[in-house]
């Protein structure tokens, strides 16, 4: 099982590292920048409006039966993990760049696939996980901007422009609001084309990342980056993700959850999405900041996979044994 749930995963991570390759190589300038970043931003609307399409009304009133359990998920995704980022970033010797990043990823929503996956493998409460995970991404679409503009510009980093609002609307909200409006009508054709949705997702987030690597590596952005920084920066990722597996794991006990939705707290609560990050980072933020602004993004997903896989798979067993010796 977790070798298949890799296995979904690997070709893409493998795609993401060749294009940030690309980009570092053949940047896009000029006139074909200019195209790409249409191209990018066409990617981005049609995402979202997929994602408008797919989401399911049944799962939004079915999700609201569990409300205490969805509420502590919120929580950890946008109170619990800006408070940790807030903190980090004004750990001694911090760059401010790499703080934009870390404060940009702790303020995301959270994933949505790998979030259900995970709890599939350690034997959790998936109709749970499903409604918490699309309630994050939900909300994430309006959050996550705003929370964007009070924390960052709080902190003295980049704000959301009216330029950003306006890109927010039109390239977010707009879409993925005219996608579920239409799910009467083309909800079936989302649904049985799973792989067309899978590619779009994945073809926006890679646009996006190669024009905003590409506009960053104009701009010198690997003269700016050492291994020691994409060192220290995996190990703020690894810290980041330990404390909030941490402190859901210790929510779970005090809230006396049963141990299927603790294992939705868990995954749930811990993940931040790489699918909403790449193009709200495109619309939120500069050309030639964003690169560096998804780095940490990138690099903690990587990390939240393989951590939460290992996690997910200790569940599982447990769980197979406690049933065996029950049974016994």
Request: with cysteine; charged share 10%.
């Amino acid at each position: 099982m977790i070798q298949r749930l890799f296995s979904v995963f690997e070709p893409f991570v493998l795609s993401l590292l060749g294009t940030v390759l690309l980009a570092t190589v053949l940047p896009a300038r000029g006139g074909f920048a200019t195209f790409m970043g249409h191209l990018a931003e066409a990617g981005i609307v049609l995402l979202f409006f997929l994602h408008g399409a797919k989401l399911s009304r049944d799962a939004i009133w079915q999700g609201l039966r569990n409300w205490p359990l969805h509420l502590a998920v919120l929580a950890s995704t946008f109170v619990l993990f800006p408070a940790i980022g807030l903190g980090m970033v004004h750990l001694p010797g911090m760059d401010p760049a790499w703080a934009s990043g870390i404060l940009f990823l702790t303020l995301l929503p959270s994933t949505v696939q790998s979030s259900i996956a995970f709890t599939a493998i350690a034997r959790g409460n998936v109709a749970a996980a499903i409604c918490s995970a699309s309630f994050s991404n939900l909300l994430g679409i309006v959050l996550t901007p705003a929370l964007v503009a009070l924390v960052m510009q709080v902190d003295g980093g980049a704000g959301v422009s009216l330029a950003s609002i306006e890109g927010i609307l039109l390239q977010l909200l707009a879409p993925f609001v005219l996608g579920h409006v239409l799910r009467p009508w083309i909800g079936d054709f989302v649904g049985r084309n799973k792989s067309l949705v899978t590619m779009v997702d994945r073809g926006s987030i890679l646009l996006v990342v190669y024009t905003a690597f590409g506009a960053a590596v104009v701009e010198g952005l690997w003269s700016r980056v050492s291994p020691g920084d994409l060192g220290r920066l995996m190990l703020l990722c690894l810290l980041l993700l330990g404390a909030v597996l941490a402190a859901t794991y210790v929510i779970a006990r005090v809230m006396r959850l049963s141990p299927e939705d603790a294992i939705v707290l868990q995954f749930c609560g811990s993940k931040k999405s790489l699918a909403s990050g790449v193009p709200m980072a495109g619309v939120l933020f500069p050309a030639a900041q964003v690169g560096v602004i998804l780095l940490p993004v990138m690099l903690f997903h990587q990390i939240q996979l393989i951590a939460c896989a290992m996690l997910a798979r200790h569940y599982g067993e447990r769980a197979s044994a406690a049933e065996a010796s029950e049974r016994g």
